[in-house]
């Protein structure tokens, strides 16, 4: 019953609030956000501790305001996300400033494949928009099978209807595809900066440790791919505004381990910049530092 209504939920959103004149869909999630924040439940106490990380020296007023920034940015996520398939070529042009866009596009143009990683920072499928429609390349990314199936496959028919490939996290060949794509030419984007799984890499994030998916490293070292951080941020509506960083390099030297691990820790790195620069456009509402994951109950 609850995997049927949350599935019935998100259904709603996609066919009634891109239906909505553009303000009220603005307000509507405006007023959301600032319900669920003021109720305190899990989700908000948990990002109020994540941007205690991000922003140590942050006393309990500033956290209150950046965790209701926070989830003002998370819902203005979600209002755009159900009104991007409305969205014109042009007007993902005119709200959507990409700096460093040169590494991306060059990396192309030499023909060799693209890694795209980049963390939970502002709208990531914007920007993926802003990759097939203003730039007109395509690409493929992975998707976590959510429950119930329907709504794993809404969230599918969505990414696909902006122009992407979507592919299941699980299964065993998602990496393989990648791979293909990538040894193509082709382009891969993938949001990395959360990994639960054994096969995560460890990193150091804002000083304490954090666990990041090993794939994007892994995807560069076996297939020459350039691998490119991306850091992505609100500005003044309607403006989202992004940052293509320096890629990271396969070093010379060290075993696979090795080199995943150093690969690792520069995206991390580069989030981290980005994330400090604009604390209050990471929508990271669940755990991710080791220690806060040892606090829960087996």
Known sequence: MRERLTDGLYGLGWSTVKKLPEPAAAALGRTIADIAWKRRGKSVLRLESNLARVVPDAGPERLAELSKA????????????????TWSAERVTDNVQIKGSHYLTDGLASGRGVIIALPHLANWDLAGVWVTRTLGVPFTTVAERLKPETLYDRFVAYRES?????LPHTGGSAFGTLARRLRSGGLVCLVADRDLSASGVEVKYFGASARMPAGPAMLAQQTGALLLPVTLWYDEAPLMRGQIHPPVEVPE??????????????LADAYATGIAEHPEDWHMLQRLW?????????
């Open 162 to 166: 902006l122009g992407m490939e979507v």
């Open 290 to 298: 080791l220690a806060d994951l040892e606090e829960r109950p087996l």
């Open 253 to 266: 030297t060290g075993t696979k381990d090795e080199k995943t691990s150093l690969m690792t820790q520069a």
């Open 70 to 85: 926070g989830m003002r940015s998370y819902m203005r996520y979600w209002m755009e996300s159900f009104r991007l398939p």
